[in-house]
């Protein structure tokens, strides 16, 4: 590998974990907004606030629409629709479980991910396999689950996590590269419309009077941040990085919750959540290290 691809790699993953940051201090912002917000309200705003960013921003520019293909609408429909899964069925199982119990579920990407690349006929190595599942390790010991965890929340965040690493898949195999922007936009409004009409049949109003301050912060955040510009970083980066080692990058996100929880919350790490810490950075490492996984990409006919 060249230096200048040796250095794309780096910027990639360092861009990749600041994203990851970031949605684990949504975490506890989240589940401080669903008190006043419902779940699908607040879905719809963060992406109806993530469409209108990137639209408003790049959109006015005619190449920005040259080129769209019915091929990329349906593709960011389908990415669209795993993600709205991902979303709504996490925020939801927030009613049931605490911010450090729903980002270790959610992690568990992590170990799904290579369960889809073999539907692709991806060759995994050994030192993927044995990274995903320390990550999984690693995950248990973060979260250290003690007492009674709610099945509900837990079904319903383990299924939003198969969601979320069955989209990174599917945009690495399925995507051609061009115009992250307008990618990430076609997703981001295909949400915001999956939201708008899942308002009325969960019985969640489209605006709430009773909606603290705190919500709308966490809309603003989720839209900016860890919607509109962390799955513009996200498409980028899976032109530089595999899907595996985006997804064993994502285990972090838990350590960035318990955190932020620790310092909103007051909960407080416990030495064995520390390990689980460090063996994630490890299995991050073993997979970042290791040689690029052969395959092939899967795609659909085009125009």
Known sequence: ????????????????????????????????????????????????????????????????????????????????ALLFGGYILQLEGQYYVSPSVSGFITGLSVVLVPIFLLVYRVSLRPSHVIGAVGAAVGLYLLANPSGKVSVTGAVLTVVAAAFFGLQIVVVEQWWNGESPFRFVFIQMAWVALFSAIACPL???????????????????????????????????????????????????EPIFAV?????????????????????????????????????????????
């Open 1 to 80: 590998m060249n230096s200048k691809g040796a250095q794309d790699k780096i910027r990639a993953r360092v861009a990749i974990t600041s994203v990851t940051a970031l949605w684990g201090a949504t975490f506890t912002l989240n589940k401080l907004a669903l008190v006043s917000m419902p779940a699908p309200t607040l879905t719809l705003w963060r992406f109806v606030l993530a469409a209108a960013v990137i639209g408003l921003g790049w959109g006015a520019k005619r190449s920005f629409w040259r080129g769209m293909s019915r091929r990329e609408v349906a593709l960011g429909l389908l990415t669209g």
């Open 202 to 252: 969960l019985g969640a109003p489209f605006v709430t009077a009773k909606a603290q301050p705190i919500a709308w912060i966490s809309v603003v955040v989720d839209g900016v941040g860890a919607s509109a510009l962390a799955f513009v970083t996200q498409a980028w980066a899976l032109s530089k990085l595999s899907s595996l080692e985006i997804a064993v990058i994502y285990s972090l």
């Open 259 to 303: 955190l932020v929880a620790g310092l909103v919350l007051g909960v407080v790490m416990s030495m064995l959540g520390w390990l689980g810490g460090i063996i994630i950075i490890g299995a991050m490492s073993l997979v970042a290290l290791a040689p690029p996984v052969a395959g092939r990409k899967s795609s659909p006919s085009s125009d």
